[in-house]
Each structure stands twice: as structure tokens, then as C-alpha cells.
């Protein structure tokens, strides 16, 4: 039978039997600090704090897709690709929270925009949806290559993204991928690692190997800092940022 967790109580069991951990292994010889640190740990505030209790407001809701459709910021189709069930463009539009607004209204007007919010609040989509509309308006015109650069300081960060971007952008006609250290050479070779990690086929948004990159670059390329770099001095990547674009 379940018994509900007592937060006090599992609270005082972790101090205790952490107490009775650092004891096992700390000794002094001399008298004065022992009776230091036994006075500090009786106390209570030498080897834990707390516990602190954070509340969790709900953050304010924002604009609609609609209205900044409506307000000629963002592509007609740009909310197929954001939905409430990742990947189904037929569900419906996720309800945007006021800081995602505000930062898409931002940096559709061509500002500089730093979100500072916390977890789980939604960071990637006030990026992620200017650009996904944007790459939208260049795909209806024609324009190829490389539009987006999402750069992060590790991998395990790019591939949490990378999985939930290339759901998002399945059938949008969009092209995604993940250029890291592991990223395979070959199509052969990623499908094969891709199918071992995922159990699936991929998504028509994804290019998965080095070569499809070189060879059709897409149109998100997720990376990290230090393969950026040599992304941007290998001469077999040159194609990825043709001199006319860089200069």
C-alpha cells in the first residue's frame, strides 16, 4: 500500500542519517574543534539549511498565434509547427506565455532580447518561433542554406533541442540538424545510430550526417561553440557559409 510522503519527517530521516555519515568518517584529536563542530551540528546550520519553500505563480498569458498573425509578425503556418501535441500539426496552437510574446514581438522588430526566466518556462520558443516563421517567409521566396544558428555550450543541451525542433518541424518543409564531434559522416551510418537511439525512422525535417549537411545545408543548424568554430575555418564545411553571405 502507498503511504503518502511526510515532507518533515523524510526531511529530519536525511539529516539524520547524514549526520551520522559525516561522523562515520571525521575524527579529531583535538577536543576544542570537536566540540565546535558537534555545537555547529547541533545547531543545524553547519552541514544542511532549510528547508525553503518557493511558491510557483503561473506566468501571465500572452498574445495568441492569431493575433501576432493578425499583427503580420509571425508566417500563417508558424503555429503548425508549435501545437500542444509536439509533432501534430493538426492539434491545436499552444497558448503563448506573456514573456514568449514579448520576446517574439522583440525580436521580430529587430532588437536585441535576453529572456531570463526560469525552468520549464519556455526559453527555446521565444527564439524558436521568430526564426521557424522567418525561415517560412525565405522557403515561399526561394531563398536556400543555412538561416538560423542555435548555438549552445553542450551537447547533451543541443540534443534536447534538436529532438523536440525536428518533431515540431516534421512536414513543415523545414530542414533541421545537429552539427556536433557525433555526428556521423554518412547517411548509412546515422540512420543506423539514429534507429538504435530513437526506435523510429527519422523526420523528413532532419538531416542526419555530415554529408547531407555539406551537401544541401539545411535550414536550423544546432551546434556548440567550439564545432562552430571549426565549422567556420574547415575547408570542407565552406560550403555551409559562402563568401557572399559572410561578407
Known amino acids: 500500500m502507498n503511504q503518502s510522503l511526510n515532507p518533515i519527517e523524510a526531511l529530519e530521516n536525511i539529516k539524520s542519517a547524514y549526520s551520522n555519515y559525516v561522523s562515520s568518517f571525521q575524527k579529531f584529536k583535538n577536543p576544542t574543534i570537536k566540540n565546535w563542530v558537534d555545537e555547529k551540528i547541533k545547531e543545524g546550520n553547519l552541514l544542511y539549511k532549510g528547508p525553503y519553500i518557493q511558491l510557483g505563480r503561473r506566468f501571465e498569458q500572452g498574445d495568441s498565434f492569431e493575433m501576432l498573425i493578425s499583427d503580420k509578425l509571425l508566417h500563417q503556418d508558424t503555429p503548425f509547427c508549435f501545437t500542444v501535441d509536439t509533432g501534430n500539426r493538426s492539434a491545436a496552437p499552444l497558448q503563448l506565455y506573456k514573456h514568449q510574446s514579448d520576446a517574439i514581438r522583440s525580436i521580430i522588430g529587430g532588437k536585441n532580447t535576453i529572456i531570463s526566466t526560469g525552468t520549464g518556462s519556455g526559453k527555446s520558443f521565444c527564439f524558436g518561433v521568430p526564426v521557424v516563421s522567418t525561415c517560412l517567409e525565405m522557403m515561399d521566396k526561394g531563398i536556400h542554406g543555412i538561416k538560423a544558428i542555435f548555438t549552445y555550450p553542450m551537447n547533451a543541451l543541443a ?51 555530415r554529408e547531407e549537411i555539406q551537401k544541401t545545408p539545411p535550414d536550423i543548424l544546432i551546434t556548440n561553440y567550439v564545432m562552430l568554430e571549426y565549422i567556420l575555418t574547415r575547408f570542407e564545411d565552406r560550403v555551409l557559409f559562402p563568401e557572399a553571405v559572410l561578407h
Do not use: M
Open 159 to 209: 540534443n534536447s533541442q534538436y529532438d523536440n525542433f525536428s518533431a515540431r518541424l516534421h512536414g513543415s518543409g523545414l530542414k533541421i540538424a545537429i552539427y556536433t564531434g557525433d555526428t556521423p559522416k554518412t547517411r548509412e551510418q546515422a540512420v543506423e545510430s539514429y534507429k538504435l537511439r530513437t526506435g523510429r525512422d527519422p523526420y523528413d525535417s532532419e538531416l542526419l550526417s
